[in-house]
Structure formats: C-alpha cells, structure tokens
C-alpha cells in the first residue's frame, strides 16, 4: 500500500473497573522477555518498558490475593522457521530469552514455554488452567497483536473470560494495540480495563 490511509477506530467497551474472584482467576504475563522488553534486546518493543510497572503492580495484587500467576516464555531453538520472519530471537537458553528481572517469576509461579503466537499451542497451558479451576484469565505481555491477541484469542475460545487492562500491554503501532482491543472486546467479548488499578481480586 502507497501512502497512508486514515482508518477510524470503532467502538470498543473501556471499563473503569472490574472485579474477579481470586480462585477462579490467572494472570497470564506473555513474553515478558529481554530480547522483546530490553532496549539490548533482539527484537525490541519500544512501548514495552513502561508496561513493567504495571505488570509488577499488578502481580503483586494478584498473589497476596492468592491468585494463580502463569507466564508463558517464547522459546526457540536452532534454525526455528521463526527467524526466518523476525530474525533470531529469544532462543532457548540465551539472556535474551530470560523473563526480564523486574518481573521474575516468584515460587509458586508457572512459566509454560511455547514455540509460536499462541500460549495454548503445544503447551499445558489449558490443561493447568483447569486443574486449578480457572475461569478468568487477566492477559498482559507483549506483543499485544501478536502473542498477546493470539493467547487472548485462543483462552476465549476454550471459554475462558478475558480480561486485559491497557497499560499492560505494548504494541509496535497504536493500530495494532487498538486493533487488539477492539478484536478481544468485540470479538473474544473480552473485557478492557483503563488500568491494572481497576482491575480487583476479591
Ligand atoms: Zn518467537
């Protein structure tokens, strides 16, 4: 496509606040890796630093509360058809493949490493989601329209509940983070929260 071409956004439902019960709810933290998260990273995403903040606020409510906290860890290995698309990335073992220290994951915590998009992928992930009898599922992680919108997309689809509040996430463009919001609420009828603040496990 020459040139730029000026689309709207359609509407999509932004919610101050939501409430969820801790023992029936996962946070689930995508990728929050260095090669994505440090300006030293392979693939860096610039909007992603200022997420950790909130992401941390929000982990820290979510385990005194005593929910489950999974984060998924993309993961790759020699000649993954991946770095054929993005370049080498997060490979298996590397700094850059680390959870990034800010967010380490805590004793108690899963981390569920995948190979593509999709947290569900190849993974245990839905298998370890029942057997705690989890219902709702608050998603954060980058990148939104990429592993965060296919996770999302693929919890919904198991019936999962989604929630995903905005200063969690990061995209490369501000169409693709809306675009990601506007497909999970109007799509996934997942549930957009303004910010981790709103976001209250009871
Ligand atoms: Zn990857």
């Given at each position: 496509?020459?040139?730029?071409?000026?689309?709207?956004?359609?509407?999509?439902?932004?919610?101050?606040?939501?409430?969820?019960?801790?023992?029936?709810?996962?946070?689930?933290?995508?990728?929050?890796?260095?090669d994505f998260v440090n300006p030293k990273g392979r693939l860096f995403v610039p909007t992603a630093p200022k997420t950790v903040e909130p992401i941390k606020r929000l982990l820290e409510k979510a385990r005194s509360a005593g929910a489950r906290v999974f984060?998924?860890?993309?993961?790759?290995?020699?000649?993954?058809?991946?770095?054929?698309?993005?370049?080498?990335?997060?490979?298996?073992?590397?700094?850059?493949?680390?959870?990034?220290?800010?967010?380490?994951?805590?004793?108690?915590?899963?981390?569920?490493?995948?190979?593509?998009?999709?947290?569900?992928?190849?993974?245990?992930?839905?298998?370890?989601?029942?057997?705690?009898?989890?219902?709702?599922?608050?998603?954060?992680?980058?990148?939104?329209?990429?592993?965060?919108?296919?996770?999302?997309?693929?919890?919904?689809?198991?019936?999962?509940?989604?929630?995903?509040?905005?200063?969690?996430?990061?995209?490369?463009?501000?169409?693709?983070?809306?675009?990601?919001?506007?497909?999970?609420?109007?799509?996934?009828?997942?549930?957009?929260?303004?910010?981790?603040?709103?976001?209250?496990?009871?």
């Amino acid at each position: 496509m020459a040139g730029k071409l000026l689309v709207e956004v359609p509407e999509y439902e932004v919610v101050e606040r939501v409430d969820l019960p801790a023992r029936e709810t996962a946070v689930i933290v995508v990728d929050m890796q260095n090669d994505f998260v440090n300006p030293k990273g392979r693939l860096f995403v610039p909007t992603a630093p200022k997420t950790v903040e909130p992401i941390k606020r929000l982990l820290e409510k979510a385990r005194s509360a005593g929910a489950r906290v999974f984060y998924t860890q993309d993961t790759h290995y020699d000649d993954d058809p991946e770095y054929r698309i993005w370049g080498e990335h997060v490979r298996y073992g590397t700094w850059g493949w680390q959870i990034v220290d800010e967010l380490k994951p805590q004793p108690g915590d899963i981390v569920v490493m995948k190979t593509r998009y999709d947290g569900f992928y190849g993974t245990p992930l839905d298998d370890l989601l029942r057997v705690y009898g989890i219902k709702n599922t608050v998603i954060v992680g980058t990148v939104a329209n990429i592993c965060v919108l296919h996770t999302a997309a693929s919890a919904a689809l198991r019936w999962y509940k989604v929630v995903i509040p905005i200063d969690g996430i990061s995209a490369l463009t501000d169409f693709d983070l809306h675009a990601t919001l506007r497909q999970v609420n109007w799509l996934y009828k997942g549930i957009i929260v303004r910010s981790v603040e709103g976001i209250n496990f009871t």
